[in-house]
């Protein structure tokens, strides 16, 4: 049995669904799992009037009594974090599942989980390379040398990326930046004679940056009845696709025009 909870116990117990449901959607949950955990929360502390409204944009939790409570968070960064979704797919379970768990304490572990970061960079560089390096043999670069300047060029692009997104905040121009470097060092290597050709090195080092989860996280919403989420999700994984072709295209525009071939 939950204990009586008063206003002040409600408060904090549906700011910490909404900051866990601002993280959860900050990793690239889906809208249904997001919702789902943020009424688990509520109902194991005995609320269970509460309805949750998310888009991959907004999360709004609000109590469902004429006097009740409403609370709004806009998510402002999106990215594909798995290791730390999985993280707050603990919590959520253990929060339910511990009765006596204070919502201070718990929000003190959420803000823990905030900044945590569950493998170091170099794991996260080094996965990047390999798989990446992996496509550009995949695609036809049964090359050392295109293996190894894939494995570099995918590990730096991803460095320009973060980088950029950093100072600008803007994903979209930071995969433009990201997919123009990429472009440019292959055309270079290739101009260099060092490659026989760009395109082995392009479509390996591209690979980090295609939205391939968000597509199938679409039309999972979709399916789900999530129709804002879904339309939401596929057009931001359309713009992505342009952004990637337009910084790669104007490389290869160049390239082009000046006899180049692939």
Sequence with gaps: MCPEYNDKDKKNILRLALFFGELMLSCGAETYRVEDSVIRICKSRGFNHISVFTTPTVIIISDERFDGYSFMKTIRYRATNLAKM????????????????????????????????????????LATAVGSASFAVLAGG??????????????????????????SGISTFSTIV??????L????LTLANIIPSPKMLIVGSIM?????????????????????????????????????ASGIGVILNIYFKSGGVL
Excluded at 89 to 112: I, Y
Excluded at 145 to 162: E, Q, R
Excluded at 185 to 188: E, F, K, L, R, W
């Design 142 to 167: 049964d090359n050392t040398v295109v293996f190894i300047l894939t494995l570099i060029t995918s590990v730096l692009a991803n460095l320009c990326y973060n980088r950029v997104l950093k100072i």
């Design 178 to 183: 990201a997919s123009f470097f990429i472009g």
């Design 208 to 244: 980090p940056l295609l939205p391939g989860v968000p597509f199938i996280k679409s039309i999972r919403d979709l399916i789900s009845g999530d129709l804002i989420s879904g339309m939401t999700l596929i057009l931001d994984v359309a713009i992505t696709a342009i952004c990637i």
């Design 86 to 125: 999985d993280l707050l797919n603990s919590f959520s379970r253990e929060f339910v599942n511990r009765p006596n768990l204070s919502s201070n304490d718990a929000l003190d572990e959420l803000k823990k989980l905030e900044v945590s970061s569950p493998y170091p960079r170099y794991v996260v560089n």
């Design 185 to 188: 060092v292959g055309v270079s």
